[in-house]
């Protein structure tokens, strides 16, 4: 499982050094800064964004910036800093720019999640917590009376914060989803699914849209099986059974389909038709198999129909009642 801080960065680094200092009378004295010192730097502090890049593996600073910089549609004056391990301060000249980047969420670099925080006066990056990013989520395999924003909401809501629901006014042969942006903590393992009861007991399959590279093994975000450290203790002490997590869990290439987005609010849930952007548009999949033109049932669970590719089809058969079970 990879942890927030696998390394001490050069600031715990000074402040476990400095708490072992014996001061002398020179050094104890403070320096003072007033706010015209400092007023340059908190004006380009102010239009920035810290970001962190959830990967085991070290970022080309170059490259992340050429990639988010086209990206971002080169925005006038932009650069980045590095200011930690994976960690880096985005820095814009026009506020237009840096609120378009933090709306425009999730964010990834190099199949890796960006996760992005606006810069707070007396902020130390260090300190700062990255481990949730949203995400937009697809429930499959909904009996057909249950496609409300409600039940979306419902569902996802034990992952955290819904930002956003949306449900396609169309399906396709692979059956009818609902669309789902919700605040995931990127360092527990995925949600592969729910049971829901209605009527009878039915299990209905997550999938995620853009998902970046994670561990089959822990189904955490941010790593491959092969760099595991879960997998490796786990080896040491008994024999390890088959992976737990597969690429049925990333959402199919979309295609645009018409459809409502659901907004939560605290008077209830506002709807809008669905955006035209691209990151915001319902999906439809053409083609693929059914795992069964029936529902399949198992200790008094029923299975919707779920789509399969030819590799993996016998397997997640196996891994879904297991779930279910």
């Given amino acids: 499982m990879m942890s927030e801080a696998t390394t001490l960065s050069c600031d715990d680094d000074l402040s476990i050094r400095f708490k072992t200092f014996v001061l002398t009378t020179d050094e104890a004295d403070e320096v003072v800064l007033s706010p015209i010192d400092v007023r340059s730097s908190v004006a380009e502090c102010a239009l920035s964004l810290i970001g962190k890049v959830i990967t085991t593996k070290p970022i080309n600073l170059y490259g992340l910036k050429n990639t988010m910089a086209l990206i971002w549609g080169n925005p006038k004056g932009f650069k980045i800093l590095e200011i930690g391990d994976n960690l880096f301060q985005f820095i814009f000249t026009e506020e237009r720019d840096l609120l378009r980047v933090l709306n425009g969420k999730p964010w990834f670099f190099n199949n890796s999640f960006l996760v992005l925080r606006k810069w707070e006066a007396g902020l130390q990056p260090h300190l700062l917590s990255f481990h949730r990013s949203p995400v937009w989520v697809q429930i499959w395999g909904l009996p057909l009376d249950c496609f409300t924003e ?176």
Avoid at 237 to 248: E, I, N, S
Avoid at 291 to 314: C, K, M, Q, W, Y
């Fill in 150 to 325: 409600v039940a979306g909401t419902k569902l996802c809501q034990p992952m955290g914060e819904v930002l956003d629901v949306i449900i396609p006014t169309s399906g396709s042969r692979e059956g009818r989803y609902i669309r789902v942006l919700v605040v995931i903590d990127i360092l527990s393992p995925l949600k592969r699914g729910a049971k829901i009861r209605h009527d009878s007991t039915h299990w209905v399959e997550f999938r995620y849209e853009k998902l970046p590279t994670f561990c089959s093994f822990c189904g955490i975000i941010g790593h491959d099986k092969r760099s595991c450290m879960k997998k490796i203790k786990d080896h040491e002490k008994v024999a390890v059974g088959p992976d737990q997590y597969g690429l049925w869990l990333q959402a199919s290439p979309i295609k645009s389909a018409g459809g409502r987005r659901y907004f939560p609010t605290s008077d209830g849930i506002s709807t809008t038709p669905a955006m035209s952007n691209h990151r915001d548009k319902a999906i439809a999949t053409d083609g693929g198999k059914f795992i069964s033109n029936s529902r399949n049932s198992r200790d008094g669970v029923t299975l919707n129909p779920i789509h399969f590719g030819e590799a993996d089809s016998a397997e997640r058969v196996e891994m879904i009642k297991e779930v279910a079970s």
